[in-house]
């Protein structure tokens, strides 16, 4: 998906510890050969030009999501604070909601499904499998259908863990793809090659003021 060289950033939080964003489909979170201008670059861009920094400026990458996938970014705008988002994180103490489009009708209104992963790098492909496999990590989500119209269904996801392409491999694992995500499945790939997931929403405890912080976005309109 074409992006211009410099773009604003949509900011939609920022206090002195913290800074989230919206990534948009097609971006990656962090700086990669050959390809658009990053979140980070744009976010680092934005926080020079507002306060006038000199230099360069500090800006912490807490956690990533995938380049055909849009939504919620967070990062950390000071080093204190990434260590502790980081830990949060690692704690599993944040909440992190999603809304993928599928093909077909998942088999409950909401469920929670339960598989265990395994990463093949080279191919960068995540296999889900329903019983224990040997080196495989233990990945869970709760879905809830939201909508759908026989073709396909809005789903609403709490990821309980984070593991790489969980969600993609997961709902591919219970015959549901996410539309556009052909790599896991989909009959077709979407014309701008993103594919319908969405960060929505994170709640965590703000890592310095101890307050509960509740970051949300609608999705794209699929």
């Not at 060289?5 to 939080?13: G, L």
């Not at 492909?125 to 709760?142: H, N, P, R």
């Not at 119209?149 to 790489?164: A, D, M, P, W, Y």
């Not at 793809?177 to 969405?198: E, R």
């Amino acid at each position: 998906m074409p992006i211009a060289k410099s773009q604003e950033p949509n900011i939609i939080y920022e206090d002195n510890h913290l800074i989230a964003s919206i990534k948009k489909s097609g971006q990656t979170v962090q700086p990669e050969p050959n390809k658009p201008q990053s979140l980070e670059e744009e976010v680092k861009a934005y926080i020079k030009k507002k306060y006038d920094k000199p230099g360069d400026v500090f800006l912490g990458v807490i956690h990533r999501l995938d380049m055909p996938v849009s939504g919620i970014v967070l990062f950390a705008k000071t080093s204190k604070a990434l260590a502790r988002m980081n830990e949060l994180f690692h704690d599993r103490n944040v909440k992190k909601f999603y809304f993928a489009k599928v093909e077909h009708k998942p088999p409950h209104a909401a469920d929670l499904i339960t598989h265990y992963l395994k990463r093949d790098e080279k191919k960068n492909f995540t296999k889900a499998f329903v019983s224990e496999v040997k080196d495989g990590s233990k990945a869970q989500l709760k879905y809830e259908v939201i909508e759908n119209n026989g073709k396909f269904s809005i789903l609403k996801i709490e990821l309980l863990t984070g593991r790489k392409h969980q969600i993609r491999a997961q709902l591919s694992a219970i015959g549901c793809p996410i539309a556009g995500d052909v790599k896991y499945g989909a009959l077709k790939p979407n014309a701008d090659q993103s594919i319908c997931l969405h960060a929505a929403e994170l709640v965590f405890e703000h890592p310095v003021k101890k307050e509960m912080v509740h970051l949300k976005s609608a999705h794209p309109k699929w």
